[in-house]
């Protein structure tokens, strides 16, 4: 399977993973996680979502998955980290696919996980649920 340079790039060296400590939070700031998976690939992801003022000041993906899951959570974290939970909720799947020059068609719904991650994050965030306020 062929990925583009920027896949390859994000796979190799994955911007923002790993886990948002509560600990780490500053006077103001909230946490939210959304989780996940697609049982026909084995693909899973958890993201950290760090809120201040309706703003993400922070993201942290744990991705369980393959080379195009790594490379779109990573994509998926860069492009919300400074937006307003209302302009990262319109982040989409084409929008990760461009950023990385293209997906192999098999693996489009690694783009999707990514981008589903953020917006389960969000939704509870916009619920209250798994919300850790400092």
Do not use: W
Request: glycine share 8%; aromatic share 4%.
């Amino acid at each position: 399977m062929e990925y583009s340079e920027k896949v390859k790039k994000h796979f190799l060296n994955p911007s923002n993973l790993g886990k948002i400590e509560a600990e780490g939070l500053g006077q103001g700031e909230e946490l939210v996680t959304g989780e996940v998976g697609n049982p026909a690939c084995g693909d899973l992801m958890k993201i950290y979502v760090r809120i201040k003022n309706n703003k993400i000041i922070g993201c942290k993906v744990e991705t369980f998955g393959c080379a195009a899951a790594i490379a779109c959570s990573s994509v998926t974290t860069e492009l919300a980290i400074g937006k307003t939970i209302e302009e990262a909720k319109e982040l989409t799947r084409e929008r990760i696919v461009q950023e990385l020059d293209g997906l192999p068609p098999l693996k489009l719904h690694c783009s999707n996980l990514a981008v589903d991650a953020l917006k389960k994050a969000l939704e509870n965030y916009e619920k209250g649920i798994n919300v850790i306020k400092k």
